[in-house]
């Protein structure tokens, strides 16, 4: 993996479908675009999970929340070239 690839943070429970949805989901978009991905379950940390309990998965992209619930691959494609451009003229 690319490290200059951007990351994306994808909060996270166990057994949560719509969590292993957004997981598998992401593998495939990463074999459209390099990007890095992080997972974190918010049960191990009582902030994250009082933030997120109601709204996992969360995804941000280049810091940013970009998804709850369910991500348009479309829509996640974008955001994460838009956030490498923007990174790019620093």
Known sequence: MDPSAAEVLLYT??????????????RELQKQIPFQC???DID?????????????????????????????????LKRLQVGRKAGQTR
Request: aromatic fraction near 10%.
């Open 13 to 26: 429970r166990l057994q949560c479908c719509l969590c292993d949805q957004a997981k598998q989901q992401l």
């Open 38 to 40: 992080r997972e974190v």
């Open 44 to 76: 191990q940390d009582a902030e994250l999970r009082q933030r997120y309990n109601e709204e996992v998965p969360v995804v941000f992209i280049h810091g940013k929340k970009a998804f709850k619930y369910r991500i348009d691959p479309r829509q996640f």
